[in-house]
Structures are given as C-alpha cells and as structure tokens.
C-alpha cells in the first residue's frame, strides 16, 4: 500500500490505531504529527481518546502559528515544533509510551539497537532527553537538542521516547522496531548476559545474491492457479504473523515452494502488515521477477529448498522470547512439554554471520528432522513440509521460548527425561 497518497488526516488516523491496537501506547499517551508542503504541521489533538480517532479530529497548526480544526492541538505540540526547527530532513514524529521503552525511561537508559543488525539500521543510535514538564518549552529544548546531533530515536527520561522520519511510515517502523528492541533486551536479560553486534557486525554487508538477475515475467507463462493460491496462503499468513505479533513492519521473511525450481517470498522492505498478492516475488532457478527485490533471506531459502525436497516453507522470524535466546548463551531445550518436543525437536544454533553469505553451510544445519534453527542475534528460522506446518511450528517455538523465560522466574526449569523422550519418539515421530 502506498502511503504517497494518504492524507495526513488519514495516515495520522491510520497510524495511530495501529499503535493503539499493538498496545503500544494507552489511550491517553502518544501523539503523532507530519510536516505538510507549506510549513504547517498536521497533529493528534489533545484529550481524545485514541481508541476512537476519526479523520475530523486532526489539527493543522500553520507556520504562523493559526490552528485550523475542531479540538485543539496535542498539549505536546512545542516538542514537535521544536524537532522540526531543528531537523530539516523530518517530516514525521511518533511519540508514544510503550511499556518497554518506558522501561528504559525510568531507568535512565536507552536500548542498544545492536542487538539486531536490521534494528540498528531501522533505528541508528538512541539518544537521550533529560526530564521536563511535559508540554513545556524546556521539554522541547531538550528533545530537540538530542535530535539536533543527529538521533532519530530519543528516550525521553521518565517519560517515553520520540522518533522521527522522513514520512510517518518510516517514523512508525523505527518505533515498532525500537519498541520490539526494548522489549527483546528486557526478556533476554532473564536468560543471562546480553550479546550485542560489535562495530565490525553492524558494518558486515547483508548479501543478497538473488536479485542481481531478473527475469521478465511478462515474456513468461501466465501464472498458474497453483501459483496463485500460494501467494494468497502466503499473504494471509504473513498478516496473521504480523497480528500476533510474530513478525513486526521490518522484520521477518516468509517463503513457499512452487516446484522444484521456484519459490515464492516476501519483497524486501514492504510493511508486513499490508504485504498484497502483487508484492510477493517469484524466484526461480536463482534469478526473481524483474521490478522487484526479494528479501534478503532469498538466498538461504533457496538453498535450503535445493538441498531438502522434503521443505517446502521456510520462515524467518523475530518473535520477542525465541529472539532472547538468540542474543544470548542461554540453552533452548524443547523437552519441556511433548508438543514442543514433537514439533521444535533439537534446535541448532547458528553463529552470527553464516545467514549472511554461506547459505549452503546453513542448508546444511537444518533438515526435516532439525526444522529450526536460532540464528545468534538474528531471531528464529523455522522450515516446514507446508505453510501452516512452518506457521504452527513458529507459534509452538515462541510460546516455548516464553514458557522457559518465564519458568526460570518460577523455579527450575525440568526438562522431561530421556525415557519420556523415547516413548514420545516412537509414539510421533516413527523413531526408537
Ligand atoms: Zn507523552
């Protein structure tokens, strides 16, 4: 879905139901703005509830200072004047207070966005916003000090956090991608110690090897019905991943094998939440459709597909609980309940960095009989004999990782025993 051509009514509109719905902020907390072509800015208004916004209720504040609209403008608007002052290259402000980047808030800290290679991309460095009254001129002193060296995500001390981007689409993928930061750092630190990307990690190029070939797909058979219905399982599944929170706006790939040459996979950098049938990128004997860019992950599909007819979806997810464990030593052990052992079975580790340009060597880790594999400091990539097999098998991975996290504030941590394991094996799995 294109964005270009939303009103700011709309797109604030839009946004903001979706950062309410995600419970990313209460329905008192959080404004959003965008800088118009004329020196205006379109903002929420004060005092409504973010539940139930509707288009009418936006205020255009002008570059005089007039206030078009029926309510008036977010008690928070100097902040958002100040940041624009400041920052040019703005053109989009999120404030909210998401439970975990509050966290930090309170805290005095701000999170590391080196935990993922992609967040720290997304969101860069976080800065720092010292407390001040909210709605005063000092808060947007202090906020805007922070954005003017350079931060496009800013804490703000016992209170929040700001983020801006050139449009609100953007502005809105960096805060959810903070958000699931925060949220990630603050499980992962009931496992153990954190790992975080040296300068030397974030600085590795992501390779991506497909899309330096294209083939025309008009000059190509029509697409089969076949092909058509994989798309729309894909589409569906990948929305369904992203309500429950399995895949966020700029994370996570999900492919589907057409045939034995070809798959069908997730575009680069299109918003998870609105991924339509026409985005998905058919990828066959290692060249993709012309005009559009595959997920960078295309590579490590295809070889996994290559090397295992038995795979035919393979998804790579960032889910808050099996991403802790990615980003630290802690071990995954899914003996905790037969479901998890029967679905999960041994899952491999992979060092950082094998995702990122020897493919063969990561096909080579996971198979039907090893369908997972958590990727240190790159979430989860989960393989199975179909959509929905790889879909429920993600879900059964996460719900595991949170039961284990949350175990071990309980008590100790049991894994069933090599007996059980045995019988559970010949029960479901066909093996002694
Ligand atoms: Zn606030």
Redesign the pocket.
Known sequence: MSHALLHPRDEIMQTMERIYRYRMTTTS???LSIRDGDGGVWITPARIDKGSLRREDMVRVGADGSVEGLHRASS?YPFHRAIYQRRPDIGAIV???PVALVAFSICGRVPDARLLHQARSVCGEVGFAPYAL?GSDRLGENIAAAFAKGHHCVI?EN??VVVGGENLQQAFQRFETLEFTAKTIIKARMLGEVRYLTDDQVALPRINVIPLLAFDRTMDAPATNQEKELRRLLCDFVKRGYRQRLLISTEGSFSARLDAESFLITPYRVDRNTVDLADVVLVRGGRAEAGKTPSRAAADHRAIYDRHPEINAIVNAYTVNATAFSVTGATFDSRTIPESYIFLREVERIPYGVQFGRPEELAARVSARRPIALLENDGVLVCGTNILDAFDRLEVMESTAEAIINGRQIGEVRPMGNDVIAELSKAFLGGG
């Open positions: 907390g959080g404004n928070e404030h909210a207070h909210p703000l209170h929040g």
